[in-house]
């Protein structure tokens, strides 16, 4: 099956790999608006097939949508990243219009195609590819959930000084320095709540540090991270095309669940190969009702920016 991937930047051209590498996918097309960008990225990771195994035929393409025609799944990470000392809310205004042109062009070519949204800030980019493709709900998922999760592991492993392996945990609401909520009351270590082994300075420290972690790599690498990002983008695409209905919290478009409607925020999902198959509904402590709500209200002011 094809996949496409619009961007062929940091993010765009690591999914890319990863999709690749995991040998799941027929096609990637990777599409950019720079000339001849795209083409140079595929032909780089093409020349990486013999040495990492992999029978995924890559190709690129300096925006000839044609190219994309007959996509399953189509994931849009053209725009900018922030830069140290930015939120993610500040690049609305460069990203919506490369998001809406985009996905228009995307839908025009592959009319059953899912999406999945990555660029900035991703919550209200889901929600404007929601309003501007005409596409059924459960074919619009932004990733933002899958990352911010596997950063909790990190962070988890990290204060409880054990491998990741031995953690699960998730992270749910926006995806937003100050949105996110790590689900502390669920994460467990070996399917024992971290609580019995985390002091409270310590899950409020690793709480942060997740909140955070998309701000503290893009201080460190001056632009904002691309490794996870692009893992997480190959999980939910394999999800897809492999139908494996795995749970992954993605931002969504919620219709009364989480006691939220018409706006996109990050719930637990089972993910297969019609998209969404369902929002799975958990119970959340009334300190965890609070901050969802809380992030809702934010989101939802910055939804109030756009332009249909
Ligand atoms: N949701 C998440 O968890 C997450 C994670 C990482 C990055 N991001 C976001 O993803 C986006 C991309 O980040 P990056 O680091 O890859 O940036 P990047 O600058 O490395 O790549 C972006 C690419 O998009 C291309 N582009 C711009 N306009 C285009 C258009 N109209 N059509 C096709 N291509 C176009 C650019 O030429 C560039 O190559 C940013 O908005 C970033 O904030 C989101
Ligand atoms: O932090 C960013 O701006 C990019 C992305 O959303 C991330 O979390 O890595």
Known sequence: MKVTVVGAGAVGASCAEYIAMKNFAAEVVLVDIKEGFAEGKAMDLMQTASLNGFDTKITGTTGD??????????VITSGIPRKPGMTREELIGINAGIVKDVTENLVKHSPDVIIIVVSNPMDTMAYLVHKTSGLPKNQIIGMGGALDSARFKYRLAEALEC?????DGMVIAAHSDTGMLPLMSKATRNGVPVTEFLSDEKRAYVEEETK????TLTKLLGTSAWYAPGAAV?????????????MIPCSLMLD???G???ICLGVPAIIGANGVEK?????????????????AKAVRE???????
Do not use: R
């Not at 491998?163 to 953690?167: E, G, R, T």
């Not at 799975?280 to 969802?292: G, N, P």
């Not at 910055?302 to 249909?308: E, I, Q």
């Open 65 to 74: 949508y044609s190219k994309t025609a007959g996509s399953k799944v189509a």
């Open 163 to 167: 491998p990741i392996s031995d953690v």
């Open 212 to 215: 955070v972690g998309g701000a």
């Open 234 to 246: 190959s999980v939910m695409v394999q999800a897809i095309l492999c139908d494996h209905k795995k």
């Open 256 to 258: 009364g669940e989480y």
């Open 260 to 262: 939220e409607s018409d």
């Open 279 to 295: 929002i799975v509904e958990i119970s959340l402590t009334d300190a965890e009702k609070e901050k969802f709500a809380t992030a």
């Open 302 to 308: 910055v939804n109030g920016d756009l332009k249909f």
